[in-house]
């Protein structure tokens, strides 16, 4: 009885050992875009309150993503270059979380003028996505490009020269339930998006 | 015995290196120009993005594929999204891309290139 009893709490002690080395692995995570006034005192960066709509028709705001970790990319429907591959890895993380409930996936059309709400519902059945987890947004280009640039240091901008006519990162974003970012990868890269992942669950896992 | 072992050798190593370099600019093209939408595995992503394994380009219409890839295509779901034409790749190209794909994802049809000049001449 005794020697079950040592197993059950060796192997006790083992699990828990490679719980905190994954752990340690991974964070803890920064809080990107936090920055110091000249004072010395810390400004937080989060994403600011927005309002756009969804494939579904209904307007979202922040406040629909509240208590929610995020991740969010910014696409458009008719791009030829890197959005179907990137589209592709946001995805693979939607399979992922899928039975989680409380991630959400976000991804920005930067071409509003292209991508009606109509095209966006479209898009989003035939690749795939849930509507319940993975929310396709639109809202009025300005306030995409302030926010993709600003709030979210995505590099995005209309170029006539750029394939589809729009120049912008293939990074995905992970957002904790505060809005504040606290990892990215490049969508372009399925190893870099591997690693988003676990960083993801890491997340998750100080919610606990 | 030795002289043997020596051509044997020799004989493998040109097999194994002719095997490696058979299909590198057809995947450099595929890897550069196609796997965007896709994919690297051929999939493609749900019904948006065909997939291109054992795709009926790849089979019945096989000899529809040069122009398809010359010309591009609207997609049949969305007006939005469109397969651009490659109308500057040339026929030595266009032949390593198509035996590249059948390789990977058809029955291993070889196009030459001048099957590949003739489909062009006859492109709508």
């Not at chain 1, 756009?52 to 970790?69: C, L, P, R, S, W």
């Not at chain 2, 190209?93 to 994802?105: A, K, T």
Request: with cysteine.
């Amino acid at each position: 009885m005794k020697k079950i009893h040592f197993i059950f709490v060796g192997s006790l002690i083992l699990i828990t050992s490679l719980i905190s080395c994954y752990k340690s692995d991974i964070g803890p995570l920064p809080f990107i875009g936090d920055r110091e006034d000249l004072a010395g005192n810390r400004i937080e960066h989060k994403i600011r309150p927005f309002s756009f709509t969804n494939q579904e028709g209904e307007t979202v705001t922040n406040a629909t993503y509240k208590n929610k970790i995020h991740v969010v990319d910014f696409f458009f429907t008719s791009c030829p270059a890197i959005c179907p591959y990137v589209t592709a890895q946001m995805k693979r993380i939607q399979d992922h979380i899928t039975d989680y409930g409380d991630v959400m996936l976000i991804s920005h059309t930067v071409d509003p003028k292209r991508d009606s709400i109509a095209v966006l519902k479209e898009y989003a059945d035939k690749i795939g996505a849930d509507p319940n987890i993975w929310h396709f947004l639109r809202g009025p280009k300005d306030k995409i490009m302030e926010m993709a640039n600003e709030d979210y240091f995505v590099a995005a901008h209309e170029d006539e020269y750029a394939p589809g006519g729009f120049d912008h990162s293939g990074k995905i974003l992970l957002l904790d339930k505060q809005a504040k970012i606290r990892g990215f990868c490049d969508g372009m890269d399925p190893e870099s998006v591997s690693q988003f992942i676990k960083t993801l669950d890491y997340l998750r896992s100080t919610y606990e | 015995m030795n002289k043997l072992i020596v051509f044997l050798v020799i004989a493998l190593a040109v097999c194994f290196s002719c095997q490696q370099e058979k299909y590198t600019q057809g995947k450099r093209i595929y890897k550069a120009l196609c796997s965007n939408c896709h994919m690297d595995d051929g999939n493609g992503l749900g019904q948006m993005y065909p997939s291109l394994q054992k795709s009926v380009y790849l089979y019945d219409k096989m000899d529809e594929l040069t122009c398809l890839i010359r010309t591009g295509r609207q997609s049949s779901h969305l007006s939005t999204v469109v397969m651009p034409g490659f109308s500057n790749l040339r026929e030595a190209e266009i032949s390593n891309l198509i035996n590249y794909l059948s390789h990977e994802w058809g029955d291993q049809t070889i196009l030459p290139i001048t099957s590949i000049r003739e489909q062009i001449e006859n492109c709508p």
